[in-house]
């Protein structure tokens, strides 16, 4: 496996600084799943009435922790609840040996902390095929029960690292009925990244009090504009999680707000973005906007075609203004499009206009253009009302140096 030493240039100045949680508590440890010395197992442990919603990969390949957790959203919320999560190994494509490991890892986080084995859900995320040590990870979890602290956050969010090069956090605060609810979560992800969801697992633990129902609501439609439209590389993983866990400790009800739901908005698509700005290799940030589509669907269809194309990501790595490949790419998509209706712009720079090049074009424009650092590419189809915008990363040769040899 790579070593990854440097940080992407794309990365925040620093992990932000998030706001306590009441009814959260963490705990890392290192376990030495995959490497000796290194942290690589996070514990949370939430107080009794918390619900917890979550959206998961659809991989037909998925791993036995994302099965044992989507058995178990839903349930019953009034006891306390647990997440334990592992870095280094998937837990994936194992067989009955990967449910041999959630089993003993969910009992044992039982055992310990007093949580019901239907309440604790369990993460892993790593290298695919190899059986998962999990009694290293059981043989910790006693001093990671002593250690939980409402302070442990930053650490949880480096223990659940894999390639990526920096640690992920955001945050939100807003006001319900007089009183301040806080919102923070926790992300990883760099590679194998594209919907439905990415190879991500994401933690997002919000004060609020709401209801499991409305909560699950709030996360499925949110995850559709936020984590469904990001992609570095168009490989989807077999252990995509993502949590939301509401403790309402602040006592204020959010459940339907829309001032809540906006707030949970910008905590998800900012950690989407921060995937995206950690993509292996990545030097660029590339937003890209499609509207005049037939319907949202076939914008959407048309922003990941030229997110994924290989062919547009290595131009804009190499800051080469080739539209002709945008061009290409809406039409393979599959949705509908018009060549003589389209235009494209690189930022504030029309390309091309009714499906030919724009009399105002110029290449050098375009070429200094390319050479910033954040991108926006957008496509206006010239057929109906439709729109979507999708996130993505250039394709370097850094992306071939981390994942040529990950296993080995």
Not at 331 to 340: L, T, V
Request: net charge negative; aromatic share 6%.
């Amino acid at each position: 496996m790579a070593n990854i030493t440097k940080i992407s240039p794309l990365a925040p100045a620093h992990f932000p600084q998030l706001p306590v949680i009441a009814g959260v508590r963490f705990a890392t440890a290192a376990a030495g799943v995959k490497y000796q010395g290194r942290t690589d197992v996070m514990l949370a442990v939430l107080d009794s009435g918390t619900t917890v919603a979550g959206t998961f990969t659809r991989s037909a390949t998925r791993s036995a922790p994302v099965l044992d957790c989507q058995a178990k959203i839903g349930g019953a919320s009034d006891g306390p609840a647990a997440i334990l999560v592992n870095s280094g190994n998937s837990n994936a494509f194992t067989g009955h040996y990967g449910q041999t490991s959630v089993a003993a890892l969910t009992q044992s986080v039982s055992n310990i902390t007093g949580v019901s084995t239907d309440r604790v859900f369990t993460s892993s995320t790593g290298v695919i095929g190899e059986p998962l040590l999990h009694d290293r990870i059981i043989a910790q979890l006693e001093d990671l029960n002593g250690a939980l602290s409402t302070e442990s956050v930053e650490a949880a969010a480096h223990a659940i690292m894999t390639t990526d090069t920096f640690a992920k956090g955001a945050s939100a605060q807003v006001e319900i009925n007089g009183k301040t609810v806080s919102i923070a979560g926790i992300a990883k992800g760099s590679g194998m990244i594209a919907p439905d969801m990415a190879t991500m697992l994401v933690y997002i633990f919000t004060d609020a009090k709401v209801d499991q129902t409305s909560l699950q609501q709030s996360v499925s439609g949110l995850t559709d504009t936020t984590f469904n439209c990001i992609t570095v590389d168009s490989d989807t993983s077999t252990s995509d999680t993502l949590l939301v866990c509401a403790t309402g400790a602040s006592g204020a009800d959010a459940s339907g707000n829309a001032a809540f739901t906006q707030a949970l908005n910008e905590v998800m698509l900012d950690l989407a973005q921060q995937v995206v700005r950690d993509g292996e290799g990545a030097t660029k940030f590339v937003e890209i906007r499609v509207t005049g589509a037939a319907s949202d669907a076939d914008a959407k269809v048309h922003g990941l075609a030229i997110a994924n194309s290989p062919l547009v990501k290595t131009a804009i790595a190499g800051e080469d203004a080739n539209w002709g490949r945008v061009v290409m790419a809406i039409g393979k998509s599959g949705a509908a499009a018009d060549r003589d209706l389209l235009s494209i712009s690189f930022g504030d720079i029309l390309v091309a206009e009714k499906g030919w090049v724009s009399p105002s074009y110029s290449e050098d424009e375009a070429a200094e253009y390319m050479k910033a650092q954040d991108l926006v590419i957008a496509v206006d189809l010239g057929l109906g009302a439709g729109s979507s915008t999708v996130w993505t990363c250039d394709l370097t040769h850094g992306y071939i140096e981390i994942n040529a040899d990950y296993r080995s």
